[in-house]
């Protein structure tokens, strides 16, 4: 696992510098339609979480963002350019990697081939080696030679990460990084998310257990019905039990 460092205390004035923007973004699957008017806005340097009950949109915000999906309409903007219709790969390359839920690993290839193959088609020379990103993860480091098929769950879910890390990416999209995972790996993620911000990795995280979201994030935005009803920074959603009772039907410390 990776060492972190104590993160910042983040205030309203640092959040001034957007690195991601949607603006009514309208998006689903065939005829069903799942986002109805996303708006929201990451900025540089943080960590923001998108938090909501099941099926409301949360994996297909990621997924319009990376461009997995195309929006029907509204605009997705990074880094000052609108990447609304790009593919995937097109937009990866501006500098936006994506760990799907499914973590989507190669169970026949070693841990180091896993790595290098987040290298492929993006350019990546002046980010971390393989060799430097395996040995921020002491688990990965330790097993390096073996293939993907034998690692745990949390170890499948650090690789993924580690495969993100070297197309160094400036905004990272995790989606249900600790689903189905133990407490203590659960903690280990938590640390890896703070790492990478450290870093200068922006992150924005889809989580279903939503005090780690709280935890590890400074800005939240809760999602209904395909749209944002509301938004702040985390502590103070943490701490507004009536919107956690109104729109996720939970208290933070559950």
């Known amino acids: 696992m990776m060492t972190t460092c104590k993160r910042r205390t983040w205030v309203v004035d640092e959040m001034s510098d957007p690195i991601l923007s949607l603006r009514d973004v309208h998006a689903g699957y065939q005829m069903t339609k799942v986002l109805t008017g996303v708006t929201m806005t990451v900025e540089r340097g943080s960590v923001v979480s998108l938090v909501g009950r099941n099926g409301v ?102 690789l993924a990460i580690a495969r993100a890390m070297v197309a160094d990416p400036d905004l990272l999209l995790l989606d249900e990084p600790t689903e189905g995972l133990a407490p203590y790996v659960v903690r280990q993620i938590e640390e890896v998310i703070a790492t990478l911000n450290d870093q200068g990795i922006t992150v924005l995280v889809v989580e279903q257990n939503l005090p780690v979201a709280l935890d590890v994030s400074d800005y939240t935005y809760i999602l209904e019905k395909g749209q944002i009803v509301h938004e702040g920074l985390a502590e103070n959603v943490r701490d507004d039990q009536a919107v956690l009772d109104k729109h996720l039907g939970i208290s933070a410390g559950e």
Do not use: C, H, W, Y
């Open 57 to 158: 949109g949360k994996t297909t915000t990621l997924r319009s963002i990376v461009g997995n999906i195309v929006p029907s309409a509204g605009t997705i903007t990074f880094d000052g350019q609108d990447i609304t219709t790009l593919g995937t790969e097109e937009t990866i390359r501006t500098g936006v990697t994506f760990v799907p839920e499914e973590r989507r690993i190669f169970p026949g290839l070693t841990v180091r081939e896993n790595v290098k193959m987040g290298q492929i088609g993006v350019d990546a020379a002046d980010g971390p080696s393989v060799d430097e990103v395996i040995g921020m993860f002491e688990n990965l480091m330790e097993r390096e030679d073996s293939p993907g098929s034998v690692l745990s769950g949390g170890e499948q879910q650090m």
